[in-house]
Every structure is written in structure tokens, then in C-alpha cells.
T-cell receptor, first 114, second 115 residues
Framework: NADVMQNPRHLVRRRGQEARLRCSPMKGHSHVYWYRQLPEEGLKFMVY????????ESGMPKERFSAEFPKEGPSILRIQQVVRGDSAAYFC????????????FGAGSRLTVL | AQSVSQHNHHVILSEAASLELGCNYS??????LFWYVQYPGQHLQLLLKYFSGDPLVKGIKGFEAEFIKSKFSFNLRKPSVQWSDTAEYFCAVNLDTGTASKLTFGTGTRLQVTL
């Protein structure tokens, strides 16, 4: 079992629906990253968040995608009006402090858009 | 922009064979280098990492990797693979900025070990 918990593990949505992916980082970790793995590609950075703050969203598509990491609760990656091209595995990772050099990953959430 | 190349997409080996998976990166500055493994249905796990010092790095499960700065390479090796090593292996790099920052991953190598 991964200490970084992601759910759901598998999500199926029809085009135009919304997808919400959740990530609970390791206990004590306040830094969260989201990565996306498209078929036949490597993981690509999307966004880096600390509690209540977006630090770096340079990898996020400009439209339809948003992420948050509230003071209480998991980090959420939200995809509005999904399209087939959003089908991918979405991985969350965390570390415990600024300056930490190693990420701990979750098992990923696989989104399929019909 | 930095990039990471993994030359082998799919490798099939028999048990006890030796393994070497290639990884090259394109950034000329100081970098941190990682190999992650993903067993079927599981999360990515860190196999080993290089930040500085001895360029030959030992990791878990008998894996090692050698950083060759002049070749911009960080190849993964194991002298004798086991069936349980069947997994996908990812090389990753980030700039040595003192934070985990964002990793740039290769496309991965799927290793299949046959009995």
C-alpha cells in the first residue's frame, strides 16, 4: 500500500462531464505534486501545491484543469468538461518540507473518458 | 528545457540475466537523478538516487546506477534479474535547486523477466 493515497483508482467519465481526483499526502507532508502520464509517454509535471497555495502550475493546461490543496482535507485535481484526450493516469506525490529532494508517489488514478 | 531519454521501451530477459537500462538527460547544469520502479498495479517506488559524490549509486533490491557526467547518462544495472523484477522503470531528473521541485521523467522501460 502506498502512503500517498489516491482515489478513485479508476474513474470513467463521458465527454463533457467533470472528473475529480483526490490525493491525501503522507502524514506530515505539506507539499503536493500532480503528474499526468498519457499513454506511451513519461510522467509530466502538472502542478505543485502547498497547503492553500499553488506554488507552480506551469504544467497545467490553461483551461478546464484546476487544483487545490485546502487547509483541511486532500488535494483535489479537477477536470471540467472532460475530453477523450484527458484519458491518462494521474499521479500525486508529496514531500514533507521545502528542501526535501525525494518525492513519495501514490498509486495513481486512471481516468478513462468515453 | 531538460529532457530525459530512455532508449529501451520494452526489454525481455530470462531470470539470472544481467540488466542494463539506458538513461540520458539533456541538461548541462547540476542535476539530481533518480530511478523509480512501478510494479504492476502499484505506486512508483524510489529505487535509487544520485545527488553528488560517488557516481556509482547502490539502491534497493540489488540495483545500482552509474552517473557519467561526460555522457549525460545514468544507466541502471542489475547483475542478475529475478522474475519479481518485472515492472516498469522510470528515469527522472530535476535541477539541483535544493528542493524536490518538478521531476522530468523518461518514457519508461517495461521489463519482463521470464522464468
Amino acid at each position: 500500500n502506498a502512503d500517498v493515497m489516491q482515489n478513485p483508482r479508476h474513474l470513467v467519465r463521458r465527454r463533457g462531464q467533470e472528473a475529480r481526483l483526490r490525493c491525501s499526502p503522507m502524514k506530515g507532508h505539506s507539499h503536493v505534486y500532480w503528474y499526468r502520464q498519457l499513454p506511451e509517454e513519461g510522467l509530466k509535471f502538472m502542478v505543485y501545491l502547498q497547503k492553500e497555495n499553488i506554488i507552480d502550475e506551469s504544467g497545467m493546461p490553461k483551461e478546464r484543469f484546476s487544483a487545490e490543496f485546502p487547509k483541511e482535507g486532500p488535494s483535489i485535481l479537477r477536470i471540467q468538461q472532460v475530453v477523450r484526450g484527458d484519458s491518462a493516469a494521474y499521479f500525486c506525490a508529496s514531500h514533507n518540507r521545502a528542501g526535501a529532494n525525494v518525492l513519495t508517489f501514490g498509486a495513481g488514478s486512471r481516468l478513462t473518458v468515453l | 528545457a531538460q529532457s530525459v531519454s530512455q532508449h529501451n521501451h520494452h526489454v525481455i530477459l530470462s531470470e539470472a540475466a544481467s540488466l542494463e537500462l539506458g538513461c540520458n538527460y539533456s541538461y548541462g547544469g547540476t542535476v539530481n537523478l533518480f530511478w523509480y520502479v512501478q510494479y504492476p498495479g502499484q505506486h512508483l517506488q524510489l529505487l535509487l538516487k544520485y545527488f553528488s559524490g560517488d557516481p556509482l549509486v547502490k539502491g534497493i533490491k540489488g540495483f545500482e546506477a552509474e552517473f557519467i557526467k561526460s555522457k549525460f547518462s545514468f544507466n541502471l544495472r542489475k547483475p542478475s534479474v529475478q522474475w519479481s523484477d518485472t515492472a516498469e522503470y522510470f528515469c527522472a531528473v530535476n535541477l539541483d535547486t535544493g528542493t524536490a521541485s518538478k521531476l522530468t521523467f523518461g518514457t519508461g522501460t517495461r521489463l519482463q523477466v521470464t522464468l
